[in-house]
């Protein structure tokens, strides 16, 4: 049986692959605090704060990228916390070329909205990604 904590990231997870960044934003807290886990180095290794900036950001994903496939699996949750992997595959728009790896997620919710999502990448992958001379610019977000 599914806790409401699990229904909510699904739902914002849905809404984020039809790429409705206010449908997703609805799903959160105004003081959200977005974190992209990597190596300090790494250019996507970032920490949003606040609807606005982590809806820029978001924004500038969609500007970016087409969501072919988004398969969140392995959701497990724990009191107000959700974690999930997902496998995803997406279409860089300026280069046309597709990224295909996995995410991992721990999502934390306060009275039934997202506070806290922290991403972790896979580096290699992304590294090896951003190595495409075509695509160097769009996964800078800084």
Known sequence: M???QETIVEATLGAWFRQD???TLAFC???ICYVIHGPPEEAFARTYRGKAEVGAFLQSVVDAWEFIVMDPTGVISSGNVVREVTRFRS???PSGEILESVKRHI???DGGRISRVD???DTPAMRAFLKLGECRGG???R
């Open 107 to 109: 999502w934390t919710l």
């Open 119 to 121: 991403e972790f990448q």
């Open 2 to 4: 599914r806790c409401d």
């Open 91 to 93: 279409r860089h728009k």
């Open 139 to 141: 996964l800078q977000h």
């Open 29 to 31: 807290h105004d003081d």
């Open 21 to 23: 960044i206010a449908l």
